[in-house]
């Protein structure tokens, strides 16, 4: 596609449900993000995937969360056992390369646990 | 203290001034520094990015660094009521990797 792709846009699960977010970079793009926005707030970093090297998951809130990135390109964010609190919109985003100047990003997918 | 600090606002400006957009970073020894606009319900997109000391411009759009003050600015000249968006700071700390840190931002309506 012609954009970061990321499904499904919404996402309503049940709270200590397991629910996957997907994501799907632009063709070429070795390096890829993902962010958590929570209602009125900035982006907080959770895991950066670049080529095949060891992902940073220095942002990773908890053990319930986990990611990959199979064949260096859709990734794949994972939350086990879903809190109230994980409500949220989770952003995608993907660049040429980690030096490149520009992150291009998905639409994002709104998560809410009830 | 938060790697990248903003003004979380909300600054108010009339249409046709000058609105300016401040943020500092704790990291020294960061090199990339970006500004995001974000449309309320929409995704981050560019404005600028700028990597040495001193002014920046493109357009209506001027990035500042002061690295010895560890602070970015963006200033925005003749200010229209379509630049009203959540503005954000983004910061590439030194601290290996690649990983791209963001702030809160900073809430900009401009007033017709």
């Known amino acids: 596609g012609a954009g970061v792709s990321q499904s499904p846009s919404n996402k309503v699960t049940e709270k200590g449900k397991d629910v996957e977010l997907r994501c799907d970079p632009i063709?070429?793009?070795?390096?890829l993000y993902w962010y958590r926005q929570s209602l009125g707030q900035g982006l907080e970093f959770l895991i950066y995937?670049?080529?095949?090297?060891?992902?940073?998951k220095s942002g990773l809130p908890s053990d319930r969360f986990s990611a990959e990135r199979t064949g260096g390109s859709v990734s794949t964010l994972t939350i086990q056992r879903t809190q109230q609190e994980d409500s949220a919109v989770y952003l995608c985003?993907?660049?040429?390369?980690?030096?490149?100047?520009?992150?291009?990003f998905g639409q994002g997918t709104r998560l809410t646990v009830v | 203290q938060k790697e990248v600090e903003q003004n979380s606002g909300p600054l108010s400006v009339p249409e046709g001034a000058i609105a300016s957009l401040n943020c500092t970073y704790s990291?020294?020894?960061?090199?990339?520094f970006f500004w995001y606009r974000q449309y309320s319900g929409k995704s981050p997109e560019l404005i600028m990015s700028?990597?040495?000391?001193g002014d920046k411009e493109d357009g209506r759009f001027t990035a500042q660094l002061n690295k010895a003050s560890q602070y970015v600015s963006l200033l925005i000249r003749d200010s229209q009521p379509s630049d009203s968006a959540t503005y954000l700071c983004?910061?590439?700390?030194?601290?290996?990797?690649?990983?791209?840190?963001f702030g809160a931002g900073t809430r900009l309506f401009v007033k017709a």
């Open positions: 063709s070429g793009h070795t390096a």
């Open positions: 990291d020294r020894g960061s090199q990339s």
């Open positions: 985003a993907s660049s040429f390369s980690p030096r490149a100047t520009e992150a291009f």
């Open positions: 995937f670049q080529g095949n090297s060891a992902p940073d």
């Open positions: 700028i990597y040495s000391n």
């Open positions: 983004a910061v590439r700390p030194n601290t290996g990797g690649f990983k791209t840190i």
